[in-house]
C-alpha cells in the first residue's frame, strides 16, 4: 500500500497528537456529566471552561460570547434560522447571501423557503462593496445577511470588516461563516465587528462532530436557541455536552494561536515548491485570485486550478488509487455530477469547472509529499491528454 498523500486539509484535517493526549481522560477515567454537582461532574465543566476560553483568546471575544455546537453546519444553520426568526418577528423578511456559500448557508436558507438575495461575486471570488450597500440600502426588507470570511472551494477572503460595518449602518444583522478561516488567519472579532460567527474543530486538527457560534453580547437577546431541552450552554443549546470533542477543540485553537505563524510559513513554501512543480506542465490556470500572489485576499493553504483537457474527477480517481487525496469541489458535495457553484459563480463554464481540482495544503505535509503527487501528477495528466 502507498504511503497516504493527504493534500485535501480544507476537507478534513488529521486530529493532532497533542489534541488526543487532552481528550483521552474526557474519553476514560473523567466520564461525570458537566450538569452535575460533585467532583466529577464539576471536572467535565470545568475543562470545558477553560476550552471556552482558549476559544475566545484565539479570536478575541468574551468566553460567554462563545456557544459549543456539533459543528460548522449547526452553528450556520443556528445562526441564520435565529436571526431569521427575530428580522421576521421585525417586519423585514429577507436574507443577503453570496452566491458561494457553503451549502450549510444556502442550502439551508432554500429548505426554509426564505427570501434571498443572493449576490454575486467577481472573477476572483470578492463580494463587491459598493453593491453590497446598494443592496442593503435598496431593500429595507434585507434584516440578515450571512457572508462568509474564507471560501472553502477557492480560499477568496471576503472583506468582512467593511462589510459587517455596511450592516450595521442598515441596522441588518450580520453573520459570518469562518470554519475554513478559522485557526489558519488571525481573527479578531471586536475588530471584524460581526454579530455572529460560525467555526468547527475538524478543520483545525481537532475531531469531527465538535464546533461553535460566536455571538456578541449585545445581540444575544435577539438570538433563539435552535437545539431546545436542557440547560446546556446558557440554556441556548440544549443536550449533555461533548466533553471530550470541546476539551480537543479548545486545545487545537490554543495551537492554533501559538503556531499559526510559523505554520502558514511552512505552508507558504511548500505552496511555492508545489507551484514551481506546476510550472513544469502546460494548460494549467489558477482558479480565483493568482496562485502566485502572497497577499491576505486567499488562504495560503488553498490551490484551486483547471488543467485544460483533462477531466478533475478522473484525475482525481487514478490520484486516488495511488492513496493520493486532493478533491474536486467542496468534499461536503462529493457525489454530486453537477460542477461546482462556487466555480461557476466566478465564471467558469461547466467544461472549465469539470476540468478543476482542489488542493489544500497543511503544516503536516512534506517536500516528499509534494514531490510524489508532482510526479503522479504529471504521468496522468498527460495520460487523460492522450486519451481523451
Ligand atoms: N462552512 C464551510 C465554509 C465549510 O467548509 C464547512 C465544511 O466543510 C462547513 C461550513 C460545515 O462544517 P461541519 O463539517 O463542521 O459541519
Not at 493527504?6 to 488529521?14: E, F, K, Q, V
Not at 427575530?86 to 436558507?109: D, M, P, Q, T, W
Not at 474564507?150 to 450580520?174: D, H, M, Q, R, Y
Not at 486550478?305 to 467542496?330: H, M, P, W, Y
Request: hydrophobic share 35%; proline share 3%.
Amino acid at each position: 500500500m502507498d504511503k497516504t498523500i493527504y493534500l485535501d486539509m480544507a476537507a478534513t484535517t488529521p486530529i493532532d497528537s497533542r489534541v488526543l493526549d487532552k481528550m483521552m481522560p474526557w474519553l476514560t477515567s473523567e466520564y461525570g456529566n458537566p450538569s452535575t454537582q460533585y467532583g466529577l461532574g464539576e471536572r467535565a465543566a470545568g475543562a470545558i471552561y477553560k476550552a471556552r476560553e482558549e476559544i475566545a483568546l484565539l479570536i478575541n471575544a468574551d468566553p460567554d460570547e462563545i456557544y459549543f455546537t456539533s459543528g460548522g453546519t449547526e452553528s450556520d444553520n443556528w445562526a441564520i434560522a435565529s436571526s431569521m426568526e427575530y428580522s421576521k418577528a421585525n417586519g423585514r423578511n429577507s436574507i443577503l447571501v453570496s452566491s458561494i456559500e457553503h451549502h450549510a448557508v444556502s442550502k439551508f436558507c432554500e429548505e426554509k423557503k426564505y427570501d434571498v438575495v443572493e449576490q454575486e461575486v467577481d472573477w476572483c471570488g470578492l463580494i463587491d462593496l459598493y453593491t453590497f450597500q446598494e443592496w442593503l440600502r435598496s431593500r429595507r426588507d434585507i434584516g440578515v445577511a450571512s457572508i462568509m470570511l474564507a471560501n472553502n472551494e477557492i480560499g477568496t477572503v471576503e472583506p468582512i470588516e467593511t462589510l459587517s460595518l455596511i450592516a450595521k449602518s442598515n441596522n441588518v444583522i450580520f453573520h459570518t461563516d469562518a470554519v475554513q478561516a478559522f485557526g489558519h488567519i488571525p481573527i479578531d472579532v471586536k475588530k471584524l465587528g460581526v454579530h455572529m460567527l460560525s467555526a468547527s474543530g475538524h478543520k483545525i486538527n481537532a475531531p469531527k462532530g465538535i464546533g461553535c457560534l460566536y455571538i456578541r453580547k449585545d445581540i444575544m437577546p435577539k438570538i433563539s436557541p435552535y437545539i431546545i431541552g436542557g440547560y446546556q450552554e446558557r440554556g441556548m443549546r440544549a443536550s449533555t455536552e461533548n466533553v471530550a470533542g470541546i476539551v480537543g477543540f479548545g486545545e487545537a485553537a490554543r495551537l492554533c494561536r501559538e503556531e499559526m505563524n510559523i505554520r502558514n510559513e511552512e505552508i507558504h513554501l511548500l505552496k511555492l515548491y508545489l507551484l514551481s512543480k506546476l510550472e513544469e506542465i502546460s494548460g494549467i490556470h489558477a482558479n480565483g485570485i493568482d496562485l502566485t500572489e502572497n497577499n491576505n485576499y486567499r488562504l495560503k493553504n488553498n490551490l484551486n486550478f483547471r488543467i485544460d483537457g483533462v477531466s478533475g474527477t478522473r484525475l482525481q480517481q487514478l490520484l486516488a488509487e495511488k492513496n493520493i487525496c486532493i478533491s474536486v469541489g467542496s468534499a461536503c458535495n462529493s457525489g454530486n455530477p453537477e460542477p461546482s457553484h462556487v466555480l461557476k459563480a466566478i465564471g467558469l463554464s461547466d467544461k472549465q469547472a469539470h476540468e478543476s481540482i482542489r488542493i489544500t495544503l497543511g503544516h503536516e505535509n512534506t517536500f516528499e509529499d509534494i514531490d510524489i503527487f508532482s510526479k503522479w501528477f504529471k504521468t496522468y495528466v498527460n495520460l487523460l491528454r492522450n486519451i481523451e
